[in-house]
């Protein structure tokens, strides 16, 4: 099943302000993920149980290392008006303060984001997000690519510069995976389910 997208037809307002607009008061189905990328919004099904068991086996690891005043979210959506875009990442680790009663912060204000893929958005994960983070000043974006072509990685990206990022780290399921400070942790991948149960 692939991600879906949704023509929203402009009005007399401002672009950007019916999007989110029109993103905000759709009733769409629980559980499933929606997200404006690039000025389209998106509509994915619930993630599959190897990633959400991803996300809690990371979510375990970095729970004790973040500072006390940090939180890690998983359904926290951040904005990225440069790129038209309000973004849902997998999880997200912001400042307590800049987390208010809005369903998503500036993304400027994340720590790091994390993106899992999945079979219909590892494309978006891979080039639109990462161009979105970069440009919104995200210092470390960690993609965690169960379907990359060569086999599933994890790779880390950092210091931004305009829509680009450096690439920190890349690694393979199974490896001890670094982050760096202010994390300073080693990720045990070896228990990271892999699409072909191996």
Same mark, same amino acid.
């Given at each position: 099943?692939?991600?879906?997208?949704?023509?929203?037809?402009?009005?007399?307002?401002?672009?950007?302000?019916?999007?989110?607009?029109?993103?905000?008061?759709?009733?769409?189905?629980?559980?499933?993920?929606?997200?404006?990328?690039?000025?389209?919004?998106?509509?994915?099904?619930?993630?599959?149980?190897?990633?959400?068991?991803?996300?809690?086996?990371?979510?375990?690891?970095?729970?004790?290392?973040?500072?006390?005043?940090?939180?890690?979210?998983?359904?926290?959506?951040?904005?990225?008006?440069?790129?038209? =875009?309000?973004?849902?990442? /997998? +999880?997200?680790?912001?400042?307590?303060?800049?987390?208010? *009663?809005? !369903? %998503?912060?500036?993304? $400027?204000?994340?720590?790091?984001?994390?993106?899992?893929?999945?079979?219909?958005?590892?494309?978006?994960?891979?080039?639109?997000?990462?161009?979105?983070?970069?440009?919104?000043?995200?210092?470390?974006?960690?993609?965690?690519?169960?379907?990359?072509?060569?086999?599933?990685?994890?790779?880390?990206? =950092?210091?931004?510069?305009? /829509? +680009?990022?450096?690439?920190?780290?890349?690694?393979?399921? *199974?490896? !001890? %995976?670094?982050?760096? $400070?202010?994390?300073?942790?080693?990720?045990?991948?070896?228990?990271?389910?892999?699409?072909?149960?191996?």
């Amino acid at each position: 099943m692939s991600a879906l997208t949704v023509q929203h037809e402009p009005g007399s307002g401002d672009g950007w302000e019916e999007i989110v607009r029109f993103w905000q008061e759709t009733d769409w189905s629980e559980g499933w993920k929606v997200e404006i990328i690039e000025g389209i919004v998106t509509v994915a099904p619930p993630p599959t149980g190897n990633h959400s068991l991803i996300a809690a086996k990371l979510t375990a690891c970095l729970q004790p290392v973040i500072p006390g005043d940090w939180s890690l979210h998983q359904t926290l959506g951040v904005e990225i008006p440069a790129k038209s =875009g309000l973004y849902i990442p /997998d +999880l997200l680790i912001a400042p307590d303060a800049v987390v208010t *009663g809005s !369903p %998503f912060i500036p993304a $400027a204000e994340a720590e790091l984001v994390v993106e899992i893929t999945s079979p219909y958005n590892a494309k978006h994960d891979r080039i639109k997000k990462l161009a979105g983070y970069a440009q919104a000043g995200v210092p470390l974006y960690l993609l965690i690519d169960a379907f990359a072509p060569l086999g599933p990685t994890l790779t880390l990206h =950092g210091e931004p510069r305009g /829509d +680009l990022y450096r690439v920190l780290h890349v690694g393979k399921f *199974g490896e !001890p %995976f670094h982050l760096p $400070a202010p994390f300073d942790v080693d990720v045990d991948t070896s228990s990271f389910p892999t699409p072909d149960g191996s």
